[in-house]
């Protein structure tokens, strides 16, 4: 039956013919006739070849359709007829993919094909943009929400310090670096509001604490180049400054800062801001607040500020390291004052102009203000003028060197101090010294010899080591070196009873021992021992060698004025003769048998700094090249009246903080054994002729016994008395320094004709300023005497054969090396590399070891600090830091 119903072959052409037929019937324009075969299965072609054909090609038309119409089929055209059931599309490739499954993110994108896969559509940008801005609103929510607007008070902790007397009573309220004085909101002028706000954030009356505009702003200025504001606000900047004690540029504290600064803005008065940021501002010189600030640069309460003055503060706030005209360059070398003032006055004149673009200053005001307002000197704080800015300033060096308080903490303040200084003491010896300088020294009169005249002291008490007083110079605002402490000034003859110390304790060495020997076994000298006080005496080491200086030349010891002592051929005199009349060539001899080492070491013992300690190794050592502050030379003095025990001096006895004890002396408190009383005792003793009936009888005290020495240095450039009582050790300094301590290489200048006088001694000036303080001071005390001396070692040098007399020849070599001029030490050799010292101000350094200098830093005790200096700013941020009244880190 299949074979009947098979078609046919039929011709070439006429299969052709067919195809055609076949395609405009399966394209469904139009249908086969049905009177083709008589059969309907003619008219599918099932199971023909030409059905097969058919069938492919429509399949391909039907998908082209289907593409072109995004499968819908659409342009008015029917559908192709589907392939017969169980019969596929050949290979397939005529079906549309199946479409992928729905995803919950559209992306990349179905259906899309190269780069416009990656580009996501409108609907996913606005819904990624409303998501992050959700997201943000809802960690601003809690942001807000989490942080709570912190006390001032607990975080704003710098306040000032409270510096006692001796008897309790209240020295003086100062932070040093932290001085700060709450005024409310009324006492500041508005001048000084409106000032502020045109200079740092002009939206602050109206704004919530933060001002995005501003930021913005400040960023294009910077870019430009041009003038810029801050981008914080005052709110912001009050936060920062008094409810933060993280002050790092992190970004967790930005937007604690932040969130802070919202809530502040929003629930804290504008005024309260406006006080709180003014009064926890710094404004550099250690100025804190508006209150401090208006008594720091010009000496008024803040409710009395004019414009210009407000101006100024306004523009000290953006950074008072590069606006302060006193300059900063110990903080930055770029903080000339120069530099400052130009950057001042810039800034000065941009305020100004802003407060009238504001509406905050009449143009007629303004007019007013052409010229910079005048700065008081940056050290001129009233409540530290006179001898407090000193005393404040020992006291706080001892803190910082021998307690755990650190500098910071001591900036925070809220400590109180309890100093050892005994306010009737310290007014009787500025008293003194005032004196004298009033009657005495005339610049006016006497330019040429006159200016530049220093005056220093300090009392120690041997029984406790306290120093009880202390005078720094004219005023610490005006003289800003405390001449109690460093100075450089050398000491001279001062320094001899450290050499007659050291020949009781340990004794000459043996000519006749070899070295090490000669070390060990020693012969203690006693004061009745006999020293040649020949006026330029040739010197010798212990062996009898003649010493010479480093270019072989003899070294020839002078005598003040030339004199020689005793009696020729050998001018023997004892060692008690030879310190009452100051002979230095004994005491350089003696120094030379001892060994200049076991000088040091007895000087080191009575209570000097080894690093005041110059030319060791020189036999003018001896005689007092060296520079000890007046501090230092008191309590070593201090250390002969106390009968050899040695307490190092101390300036402060308790530190309390929030009622706690911080530090206690008593606990830390060491007594040494520098002498045993016999030696103490017998330097006493030699020392007491020295007062009695020698070059320091312009020092007796009525009715109390007095040990003493005068000392009168080389070029007669520093002069001093160091003398005590059994109850109170002082030592008085005079020399003359230019006090620009902006020159390093200043110089000490001679005192011939200064006060009137040929020449300036130890006897003179020094000694009546030592006379007048100390009837004063232990004036109400009964008079106690020294304990008695008993003999100590034996006498040296004791004998009777005369040297020969010089022959003519040795005369005429003698006479024909230079005459010195007339002081009691003579010129040294130049110190080895190891004997020079970096200080600047130190001319002995430079001079071979001859001229006046050092210092005594008292790098661990002693409550002295080195030369006062301006700080830090730097601070601290060191732009805006806490450079207060005195710097200083040595005790």
């Known amino acids: 039956m299949s074979e009947h119903r098979r078609k046919p072959p039929q011709p070439q052409g006429g299969g052709r013919a067919a195809a055609r037929r076949g395609q405009s019937a399966s394209s469904g324009r139009r249908a086969a006739p049905r009177g083709a075969t008589g059969s309907l299965s003619d008219t599918y072609g099932a199971g023909g070849e030409e059905s097969a054909h058919e069938g492919r090609a429509a399949a391909r038309r039907a998908t082209q359709r289907n593409n072109s119409s995004g499968g819908g089929g659409g342009g008015g055209r029917r559908r192709a007829a589907e392939p017969p059931a169980g019969r596929g599309p050949g290979r397939g490739r005529g079906r549309a993919a199946p479409p992928d499954k729905k995803r919950f993110i559209d992306y990349p994108r179905a259906g899309k094909y190269g780069a416009m896969r990656w580009v996501p559509s409108w609907r996913q940008v606005t819904g990624l943009f409303i998501g992050f801005f959700g997201c943000l609103v809802a960690a601003a929510g809690i942001g807000y929400a989490v942080v709570g607007i912190p006390i001032p008070a607990e975080a704003a902790k710098a306040q000032n310090n409270v510096y006692y007397w001796s008897n309790g009573t209240q020295m003086v309220a100062t932070g040093g670096e932290v001085n ?232 925070q303040g809220g400590y109180e101090i309890y100093t050892t200084f005994d ?54 605002t005006k003289h800003f070196t405390n001449n109690a402490d460093v100075t450089g000034a050398q000491v001279g003859s001062t320094f001899k009873p450290f050499v007659l110390a050291a020949a009781m304790s340990w004794g000459k060495k043996d000519p006749e021992l070899p070295s090490q020997q000669a070390q060990d076994e020693r012969t203690i000298v006693s004061p009745k021992s006999l020293y040649s006080g020949k006026n330029k005496l040739k010197i010798e080491d212990y062996q009898g060698k003649i010493w010479t200086d480093d270019k072989g030349k003899e070294w020839l010891q002078a005598n003040d004025d030339d004199a020689s002592y005793g009696s020729p051929p050998k001018y023997q005199i004892d060692l008690r003769e030879a310190m009452r009349v100051s002979a230095n060539s004994a005491f350089v001899q003696l120094g030379m048998d001892v060994g200049l080492d076991k000088v040091k070491e007895a000087a080191i013992n009575a209570g000097l700094k080894e690093n005041s300690l110059a030319g060791t190794s020189f036999p003018s050592f001896s005689i007092g090249i060296s520079d000890p502050s007046a501090i230092r030379m008191a309590g070593s003095y201090a250390t002969f009246a106390a009968q050899g025990k040695q307490r190092s001096p101390f300036s402060v006895t308790k530190v309390k903080h929030e009622g706690l004890v911080k530090f206690d002396h008593e606990e830390v408190a060491e007594t040494k054994e520098a002498f045993t ?54 030592a008085v300094s005079m020399y003359r320094m230019d006090d620009d301590e902006s020159n390093k290489n200043r110089t000490f200048l001679e005192m011939y004709g200064t006060g009137g006088q040929e020449t300036i001694h130890g006897a003179s000036f020094p000694a009546e300023i030592w006379h007048d303080y100390m009837e004063d001071a232990l004036k109400g005390e009964r008079a106690i005497p020294f304990p008695e001396a008993v003999d100590i070692g034996k006498i040296v040098n004791d004998d009777p054969d005369p040297s020969p007399i010089p022959t003519a020849t040795e005369s005429a070599e003698e006479s024909a090396e230079p005459s010195p001029t007339p002081t009691e030490t003579e010129v040294s050799p130049s110190p080895t590399p190891s004997e020079t010292c970096n200080n600047p101000f130190n001319p002995s350094c430079e001079n071979n070891g001859t001229g006046a200098g050092g210092t005594d830093t008292g790098t661990t005790d002693g409550g002295v600090t080195a030369t006062p200096t301006e700080t830090s700013e730097e601070g601290n941020s060191r732009g805006n830091g806490n450079g207060g009244l005195f710097g200083g880190s040595s005790g």
């Open 180 to 411: 700060r004085q709450i005024i409310p909101y009324e006492s500041i002028p508005p001048a000084m509001r409106n000032a502020v706000i045109s200079a740092e954030n002009k939206t602050f009356e109206n704004d919530s604490g933060i001002d995005p505009m501003g930021i913005a702003r400040a960023v294009v200025n910077m870019a430009k180049g041009g003038q810029t504001q801050g981008g914080s606000t005052i709110t912001q900047q009050y936060v920062k400054n008094a409810m933060l004690d993280d002050q790092s540029q992190t970004l967790s504290r930005k937007v604690k800062e932040l969130f802070i600064s919202i809530k502040v803005g929003t629930q804290v008065d504008k005024n309260d801001i406006m006080a709180g940021y003014l009064n926890t501002a710094y404004y550099g010189r250690g100025a804190y607040g508006i209150q401090a600030a208006a008594r720091t640069y010009f000496g008024v309460e803040a409710k009395k500020l004019n414009p210009s003055q407000c101006a100024f503060l306004a523009a000290v706030l953006k950074g008072a390291t590069y606006y302060d005209p006193a300059g900063a360059t110990a903080i930055d070398p770029a903080a000339t004052p120069d530099a400052n003032l130009k950057r001042a006055t810039e800034r000065w004149t941009w305020i100004l102009d802003e407060m009238v673009n504001d509406g905050r200053l009449s143009k007629t005001t303004r007019d007013k203000y052409t010229k910079f307002p005048k700065l008081k000197s940056p050290r001129s704080n009233a409540q530290l003028g006179g001898q407090i800015g000193y005393l404040v300033d020992t006291a706080k060096g001892y803190i910082l060197n021998n307690t755990n308080i650190n500098q910071k903490q001591l900036e």
């Open 423 to 476: 306010k009737r003491k310290v007014d009787e010896l500025s008293k003194a010294v005032e004196k004298v300088r009033k009657e005495n020294i005339k610049p006016k009169l006497r330019p040429e010899t006159d200016t530049h005249v220093q005056f220093g002291g300090a009392s120690v008490s041997p029984k406790t080591g306290a120093i009880e007083a202390i005078y720094g110079g004219e005023d610490a």
């Open 677 to 730: 009383p016999d030696v103490a005792n017998n330097v006493t003793d030699v020392l007491k002729t020295v007062v009695d009936k020698g070059t320091g009888t312009s020092a007796q005290l009525a009715g109390r016994e007095v040990a003493g020495k005068t000392g009168t240095t080389d070029g007669n450039k520093s002069a001093w008395f160091v003398g005590y009582t059994p109850q109170l050790s002082t």
